[in-house]
């Protein structure tokens, strides 16, 4: 400083006082003895525009005035290279000054990156991540702003805390500015900021059923998918014979078939924004029939088949005086009609020692080789473990009960505790199950896929009954009581927790994520009820109709009073089993795929 000129001096410590302005947002006026700027200063209060706005248009003229004088270190001095080095003063002129990036990096400190790559966010969830620059700049960063950040909507940049944070609405690869000015630095700065919002492949349906059609008939379709998000679709491996016409943008499908059967098909997109993922593939499965109704063949599966299964189960258990245990499954008219084994299955129990009834369903996935042992194993397995758990806790649920009933304050954490126990490791266990008797039949585990609903029941002491399930996958459960006209569904096929809600047993989700598995447990404790019925996909859709009318107690109402007429109060008490397979078989439109139910029955 004291080989310069005191007009050199002034110009350098006004460049000094834009770099505090930008950098803090505030000025000392007794600090530089300036009273041109002073004067500016004290004026700050008097004007009615932003405090911070002013104080940039103040560095912003500043600069301006003074940047002919320090274009270069040589400039600054008033001396040529020559002279500088000819004095020996510290000027390095090798390297050149990118625009828009400034060279100066802190003494020890590493060099400011060109971009950092932000976390992924996922399309339409809450993202929230804060980053730090601290091993890069000395001391806080000021001033930091985003530029570019409006293009992701619903995301925001709070400076103080260096954070983004919101829900992004648009996916794939973003690209915006930290613009910024550091302690230290002489200008502004910048990093760009790389940030990838994927899609959530959640939101999707992991197979889709279209209505049924009939031959001769003209057929128009709507494939069910949220089109607020951005596909590019198309149709796959269909059928010639179907001759289907396919619309990518209003996603229908429509022609008129001459052929009856099951036509299986591939609806395959690529998110826009993600054309480097590899395409998606969603089952598409349509019927067709055919009149007259004689066209249908009942079929039996080839005997040399491997895990054969029964075509049909049925099966009465006593439980006292009052309830009993009941359930049947059969075949669809869809496999009757190919030849195909039941996939379903189910399990019902009374452990009288310990007091608790157990009831299990599952259907296994239609599309895989072996789902129908996949069932079987993750119903046999699932009421094993639970039954096992329920054992080890003998004699605590009633105390359990007793201080829910006093109103203890951590009586509901302690029961939801009992019921991850019970309910969750049963399931977990039969994934594991799953896999390992996959592996040592060496067959693809996806082969055994299936959902499984499973189910505990018993009374208390004050009348009341305890009931709780946990579900992977569709079918419905619930407590329906006919005289009170109330209905608790257990298992809700609208109800979502969080992403994967419709994912099978087999997924690798299930090991991964336990908690989600716990937020799929839902308990009742109803004063009284005429049953709890577990059934699956086929069964509801032939009993009550689609998932959208399982809350309408009227559905549930005219399938109870059918129930009550034609098997529960129609002749004799084993004779009921036999009674309910042939009244779930019965005829319903556009219903084919196998039926299974179960319940627990109170006289």
């Given amino acids: 400083m004291d080989k310069l000129s005191e007009d050199q001096k002034h110009q350098l410590k006004l460049a000094l006082i834009r770099n505090v302005i930008n950098t803090f947002g505030e000025v000392d006026a007794d600090r530089y003895a300036d009273a041109d700027l002073s004067k500016l200063i004290t004026d700050l209060d008097s004007l ?63 060099p400011l990156p060109k971009a950092i790559e932000l976390p992924q966010a996922t399309l339409g969830e809450p993202y929230d991540y804060s980053f730090d620059l601290s091993s890069y700049i000395e001391g806080v960063v000021f001033g930091a702003e985003c530029e570019g950040l409006d293009k992701i909507p619903k995301l925001q940049f709070t400076p103080k805390d260096m954070r983004l944070s919101g829900i992004p609405e648009i996916p794939g690869s973003h690209v915006f500015a930290l613009d910024f000015l550091a302690h230290g630095k002489m200008q502004r700065d910048y990093i760009e900021l790389h940030l990838t919002v994927t899609p959530n492949l959640g939101l999707l349906p992991e197979a889709i059923t279209l209505s049924p059609a009939k031959t001769e008939t003209p057929y128009k379709a709507k494939i069910p998918i949220d089109r607020s998000y951005k596909y590019d679709f198309k149709l796959e491996e269909a059928d010639e014979s179907m001759q289907m016409v396919f619309d990518p943008v209003a996603l229908t499908i429509s022609g008129t078939f001459t052929k009856p ?118 119903c046999k397995v699932a009421e094993q473990v639970v039954s096992k758990r329920l054992e080890a806790k003998k004699g605590e649920e009633e105390e359990l009960f007793a201080q829910l009933k006093a109103g203890i304050s951590d009586a509901e ?77 257990i298992n809700d096929p609208n109800w979502k927790a969080g992403e994967g809600h419709h994912q099978l047993l087999v997924n690798p989700l299930i090991s991964e994520d336990t908690q989600s598995l716990n937020q799929r447990i839902r308990y009742f404790f109803p004063d009284a009820f005429s049953a709890v019925l577990v059934m699956s996909k086929g069964a509801e859709s032939a009993l009550i109709g689609d998932d959208k009318e399982l809350s309408e107690f009227a559905k549930w109402q005219k399938m109870w009073l059918s129930l009550k007429k034609e098997v529960l109060e129609k002749g004799k008490r084993e004779d009921k089993a036999e009674r309910l397979l042939e009244w779930v078989g019965q005829e319903a439109n556009g219903a084919y795929e196998d039926r299974t139910i179960a319940m627990f029955v109170r006289r």
């Fill in 261 to 378: 059967g099951i036509f299986r098909c591939f609806l395959t997109f690529k998110w826009e924004g993600f054309h480097h993922m590899e395409p998606s593939k969603i089952p598409l499965e349509l019927e067709v029939t055919s009149a007259p109704q004689e066209y249908w063949e009942d079929k039996f599966p080839d005997k040399n088949a491997r895990y054969p299964k029964p075509l049909e189960e049925k099966k009465y258990l006593g439980v006292n005086e009052r309830t009993y245990l009941l359930g049947a499954s059969l075949r669809g008219k869809r496999h009757c009609h190919e030849g195909l084994h039941r996939q379903d299955d189910f399990q019902i129990r009374y452990r009288a020692h310990l007091g608790w009834v157990i009831i299990a369903v599952a259907d296994g996935a239609e599309a895989m080789a072996y789902s129908r042992k996949g069932s079987e194993l993750a």
């Fill in 48 to 110: 009615n525009q932003s405090r911070v706005r002013y104080l940039a248009d103040l560095a912003d003229y500043l600069y301006e005035a003074i940047r002919p004088r320090i274009l270069s270190p040589e400039e600054m001095l008033g001396k040529t290279s020559q002279e500088a080095e000819a004095e020996d003063l510290p000027i390095d002129t090798s390297q050149e000054v990118p625009k828009g990036r400034s060279v100066f990096t802190p003494e020890g400190l590493a």
């Fill in 413 to 489: 954490d302690r029961l939801n505790e009992f019921l991850s126990y019970a309910l969750t490791t049963a399931v977990y266990n039969a994934h594991l199950y799953i896999k390992r008797f996959a592996a040592s039949e060496s067959v693809d585990v996806e082969d055994f896929d299936t959902t499984l609903q499973l189910l505990i029941a018993r009374p208390l002491e004050d009348g009341k009954y305890f009931v709780a399930g946990i579900t992977v996958g569709d079918g419905v459960s619930a407590v329906y009581h006919h005289e009170s006209g109330t209905l608790n569904l």
